[in-house]
């Protein structure tokens, strides 16, 4: 009895020794090395099993293995026996399994991890966790795109494990959040090291159209185009260029948003503030046109002081005419200055109060009464509109055209592009307006028609036309007109049908308006002087002679 329970203890202690010494399939074992041979490594996994695995297990990605005889490493063991009586182990999926052991506690502690970038996959690259197989998104391989990921392949460095998935065999890792990580420490350090108002060196990195980028060592900084320089500055590359180092002073700091604003133009003087010294009102300067709107033009007057022409203070002819076609960019022009508001820095100039007026000019040199040549430039329902010297236009007003007819009728004559003479009536320099007129020039005709005639003198005039209400009569190529009532002294003669055109009649002068051209006519006043001239000369009605006898004794006399 005694042997037999001696046989069952020894049965069941070599089961359970064969239980703790034959390892599992599906686990990782320890093992040791006993041969090297092949590029392969012989290990003994223990209970008298032996397994190959190839020397590049052993290697990290870009280096050879290390591994001598003796040594004891782990394996996993796929399986007990394979077709040739040996154990199938392998190193890598050892070392994958140990790799997510550790890779698992780090992502649940939010700890960065090694590894090593080995490979370029569609969308990023492949990274060596330490036996794990991790992908790296192109949009985190840096904090800037990378055009050449060639220097960082096989350089171990740390990263950080964004997601993981082990079912699925699922790794993506961040070397940008640890960059940033690191930049953000950076920044902070370096920010703590600025005040505003601190001026420091810096290197231009980037260029924009709004400005420059500036690194202050680790921590950029944004220069505004507007901070550069006092004077207008169209784009940044005018000023720096990238790589290059300039002193810049820090003008704020956003502690919250680490953003710093940086100036250069903060380092130098304030032209304006000689500016009221420098441009006193009223003073003519010479400056350079910068740039051009609708609204007018912008001239510098020196670095850091721009003022601007307005549009209406450009030209004292050109009223509606864009600026870009009286001045244009770069241009030298000389301008005055007519204000200056200092708390908005603003400066108004003016270019045509570099120029005489030329309505003024005008004035000088064509007294009213001046006779005149010009162009018609224009006609409009009140007259005509006739260009002058000096670039400037004079008007004719309709009733300034012609003596004989209606304006409306008179100004049908002409048409632009005429050449035409008028005579300078008034010229209003303030208001900007010069009265001309056509018809008198006709008044020196006038002058010369009514030369010797006076008033109470007797003309011969040629009938030109009968009407209802008297005749038209014409002396000396003047028109006038006799009314019925002073046809004759009798009232049956006053009547005009007794009268046929192109019949010669004498006329005693009422009155003479040379402004107006015109003669005052009257056949009665003629007969009325001739019969009073008659009977002082031939005798009196009181005297016992008729009338009748009186005038034909005067006319006998006279014949």
Avoid: C
């Amino acid at each position: 009895m005694a042997k037999l329970a001696s046989m069952e203890d020894f049965e069941a202690m070599l089961n359970e020794s064969l239980e703790i010494d034959t390892p599992s399939e599906g686990s990782v074992v320890k093992g040791k090395v006993i041969a090297i041979e092949a590029g392969q490594a012989i290990i003994d996994v223990g209970y008298k099993m032996e397994g190959r695995v190839d020397l590049k297990e052993f290697a990290h990605p870009g280096e050879e293995a290390k591994l001598s005889v003796g040594d004891e490493v782990e394996v996993y063991l796929d399986r007990v026996e394979n077709a040739r009586g040996e154990a199938s182990i392998s190193r890598e999926k050892a070392r994958r399994e140990e790799a997510w052991d550790r890779l698992e506690k780090a992502y649940a502690a939010e700890e960065r991890v090694e590894g090593a970038i080995f490979g370029r996959v569609k969308g990023g690259f492949t990274v060596d966790l330490g036996g794990a197989v991790a992908f790296l998104p192109g949009s985190q391989v840096d904090v800037r795109p990378v055009r050449d990921a060639g220097p960082l392949m096989g350089l171990k460095q740390p990263f950080q494990i964004l997601k993981m998935d082990r079912r699925r065999g699922n790794i993506v890792v961040s070397r940008r959040a640890i960059l940033e990580e690191s930049r953000a420490e950076q920044r902070a350090e370096v920010i703590a090291n600025l005040h505003e108002g601190q001026a420091v060196d810096g290197v231009v990195k980037n260029i924009t159209e709004y400005g420059a980028f500036v690194d202050l060592g680790g921590v950029d900084g944004l220069l505004h185009v507007t901070d550069m320089a006092w004077r207008r500055v169209n784009h940044p590359s005018e000023i720096v260029s990238i790589g290059e180092t300039v002193k810049v002073q820090v003008i704020k700091i956003n502690k919250e948003t680490h953003r710093i604003s940086l100036g250069m133009k903060q380092l130098q003087a304030d032209p304006w503030d000689t500016v009221v010294r420098k441009f006193p009102i009223g003073s003519v300067h010479r400056g350079r046109v910068t740039n051009i709107t609708d609204y007018g033009a912008f001239v510098e007057l020196e670095a850091g002081v721009e003022g601007l022409v307005h549009v209406s203070e450009m030209s004292w002819t050109k009223k509606n005419v864009h600026p870009g076609k009286i001045v244009s960019t770069s241009q030298e022009v000389d301008v005055m200055v007519l204000e200056i508001d200092e708390q908005k820095r603003r400066v108004s100039l003016g270019l045509k109060q570099t120029m005489r007026n030329p309505w003024e000019v005008f004035a000088e040199t064509h007294p009213p009464g001046t006779q005149i040549e010009g162009e018609v430039k224009n006609i409009t329902e009140f007259g005509l509109f006739v260009g002058l010297e000096g670039d400037i236009d004079g008007m004719v007003h309709l009733s300034d055209i012609s003596w004989d007819q209606r304006g409306e009728d008179a100004i049908q004559d002409f048409r632009k592009g005429d050449t035409v003479r008028a005579v300078v009536q008034d010229v209003d320099s303030e208001k900007e307006r010069i009265s001309l007129s056509i018809k008198a020039l006709e008044n020196e005709g006038m002058a010369e028609a009514v030369e010797g005639v006076k008033r109470g003198s007797v003309v011969t005039t040629t009938i030109t036309a009968i009407e209802d209400g008297g005749i038209e009569v014409e002396y000396n190529g003047m028109k006038a007109f006799i009314r019925r009532s002073d046809l004759a002294r009798d009232r049956q003669d006053q009547r005009p049908e007794r009268f046929q055109v192109g019949d010669h009649v004498d006329a005693r002068v009422t009155n003479v308006d040379a402004k107006t051209r015109r003669l005052g006519l009257s056949i009665k006043a003629r007969e009325i002087a001739e019969e009073k001239e008659a009977v002082e000369q031939y005798g009196s009605s009181d005297s016992g002679a008729s009338l009748g006898d009186i005038l034909g004794a005067a006319l006998k006399n006279r014949g």
